[in-house]
């Protein structure tokens, strides 16, 4: 997600354990129910402001949760709720997680654990339960309830007889949760009025990049050895019959947690019109290491640029030994792209600089503040270094898509890169908000650079909807849900599908025939009314004033 798409979240228990922990209290704090996660038995939730104060039933909450109708005594608070809110209320009341007791001690004894449990645990009034002692031994009690843990079980293991809720803090914490997703919608409602509206004349286009190009796609699955890092690395190859040697090589980074087929729309997109895409599969941080442990290691963050550096490596050699790609692979005319925390990859073989020593400064915070691209990236403070540098002349464009990279690249790390590079950013990303995530960073790169934005898209938005998993028990807070993807992001898909081909081309002696899909106009010519989208090479100095208020303001 980042990256920590949350579609990955779907895919084992442990990992719906602690994405609840993180976000079933603000669910319930926004739907009006201000209760956190997490072993006697609770019997009301007090709710104080100062001396008023106001008692919620926990029997009252458990007959909403097993029927859906609203018993007497929950009537006057619901009725403040909209019918949209009582069905997320409800839908986070009937969450529903089956875990072993291993794994769930595993989690809340974790340091992310406690320090999630001991942020939530700020808005519980009760001296008994400071620095999430209760609200751990409620979790641990309640996980092992036949149901599976859930927020009724946890109220019925809460080791006192009431939870008290302090409402200010609680609103506080509120106002704090993904600040990074909060301060880019206030920096919409600044820029939005200011975005050019009126008459413009729109390019001659040549033709639909949208479209498939004339080749038929072929993947191909090799495995590379790194004996020196001890890593194994699937490496998947798209091409096709229409493949050139003259074509330059794309070299693509996933996002954490994922594999090779995030993509695979784009990637089918690109191979089709005859250039080779190459995907490594990072060992430390895909599909099938995410599902199989809690946390990443500190040292994924340099381990994974240094995945497609070997891969580059190893390509050079089959390029002249392997009957299959003979002739085929132009190392040396390399774009680097990668999506979410594979965008950092691809920032960091651009030539990004990673500052560990000002990561280490930005990351002494309160956890439930951050986003999950944050906090992905916040993993890198244990690493034994103060800066690394990645950069390789191979690689001639970088493209990254949704980079988590507020802090990863210090103030001036990204002042390194010395190639054209382009950023997607998306306005509606809850797992690596566009403001500190990509806009901030933006101005830092010095060469040619494009930032393509998106109004109303999501972190998932840019993603093949056939690797998304279901999000339908995602609930809707201000750090999860409200993903869309599928049928509904068909525009997003196909801004994508243009930028990354036209990019590609300009590495190519067709770069003129492309030039027109990287212009302000052509975006401006195509943007629908779902997803608006503009195309620009700078941030003007008054929103960067207004962005440099908003980022001293957290």
Not at 424 to 432: E, G, H, P, R, Y
Not at 514 to 540: C, G, K, M, N
């Amino acid at each position: 997600m980042p990256e920590i798409p949350v579609s990955i979240f779907a895919k084992l228990p442990w990992k719906k354990l602690l994405f609840s922990l993180s976000f079933l209290t603000p669910s319930l704090m926004s739907s009006g129910l201000l209760f956190p996660l997490s072993s006697h038995a609770a019997e009301s939730v007090v709710i104080r402001q100062g001396f008023i104060y106001a008692t919620v039933p926990v029997k009252d909450l458990k007959e909403f949760a097993q029927t859906g109708k609203v018993p007497l005594g929950l009537l006057g608070y619901l009725s403040l709720l909209n019918p949209e809110q009582k069905q997320q209320a409800l839908a986070a009341l009937n969450i529903k997680i089956k875990i072993s007791d291993e794994i769930v001690d595993e989690i809340v004894n974790s340091q992310v654990g406690t320090r999630i449990l001991t942020d939530i645990d700020t808005i519980i009034s009760s001296d008994q339960s400071q620095e999430g002692t209760a609200i751990k031994e409620a979790i641990l009690s309640a996980s092992k309830s036949p149901q599976g843990l859930s927020v009724i079980n946890f109220l019925e293991n809460y080791p006192l007889s009431t939870i008290e809720i302090n409402l200010p803090q609680a609103f506080q914490v509120l106002k704090r949760l993904n600040q990074g997703f909060w301060q880019t919608q206030r920096l919409l409602l600044e820029v939005l009025p200011k975005f050019p509206t009126g008459e413009f004349q729109p390019p001659q286009i040549p033709f639909d990049p949208t479209q498939p190009g004339p080749g038929k796609v072929e993947i191909t699955q090799i495995e590379l050895q790194d004996q020196q890092r001890n890593r194994k690395i699937p490496v998947y190859i798209y091409s096709s019959s229409v493949a050139s040697p003259d074509q330059p090589l794309i070299l693509y980074s996933h996002g954490r947690g994922s594999d090779y087929q995030e993509l695979r729309y784009l990637m089918e997109h690109l191979a089709s019109y005859g250039y080779t895409v190459i995907i490594p599969e990072h060992p430390g941080s895909n599909a099938t290491y995410v599902d199989q442990n809690l946390f990443l290691s500190p040292t994924e963050i340099i381990e994974r640029p240094q995945d497609l550096i070997f891969t580059l490596d190893e390509l050079e050699k089959l390029n002249l030994t392997d009957p299959r790609f003979k002739g085929k692979l132009n190392t040396n005319n390399t774009l680097v792209f990668g999506y979410s925390f594979g965008g950092v990859t691809a920032l960091a073989l651009a030539g990004g600089e990673l500052q560990i020593d000002e990561l280490r400064k930005n990351c002494d915070q309160s956890f439930i503040t951050f986003s999950l691209g944050k906090a992905t990236q916040c993993l890198a403070a244990e690493l034994p270094k103060d800066r690394y540098r990645f950069s390789d002349p191979r690689i001639k464009r970088a493209i990254s898509f949704a980079p988590t990279a507020s802090v990863i690249f210090g103030k001036t790390g990204l002042n390194q890169v010395q190639i054209p590079t382009l950023i997607l950013t998306q306005s509606s990303d809850k797992v690596t908000p566009a403001l500190p995530e990509q806009i901030a960073i933006f101005p830092q790169i010095k060469t040619d650079k494009l930032l393509l934005g998106v109004l109303g898209a999501t972190h998932l938005s840019v993603r093949d909807p056939r690797t998304i998993a279901d999000q339908s028990w995602i609930p809707i807070t201000p750090i999860s849900g409200g993903e869309v993807i599928g049928d509904a992001s068909t525009d997003v898909r196909n801004y994508a599908k243009t930028i990354v081909l036209a990019t590609a081309a300009q590495l190519t002696p067709e770069a003129e025939k492309y030039q027109v899909f990287l212009t302000p106009e052509y975006y401006r010519s195509i943007s629908t009314q779902a997803f608006p989208v503009r195309l620009i090479t700078d941030i003007p100095p008054e929103t960067q004033v207004f962005i440099e208020e908003l980022l001293k303001a957290e």
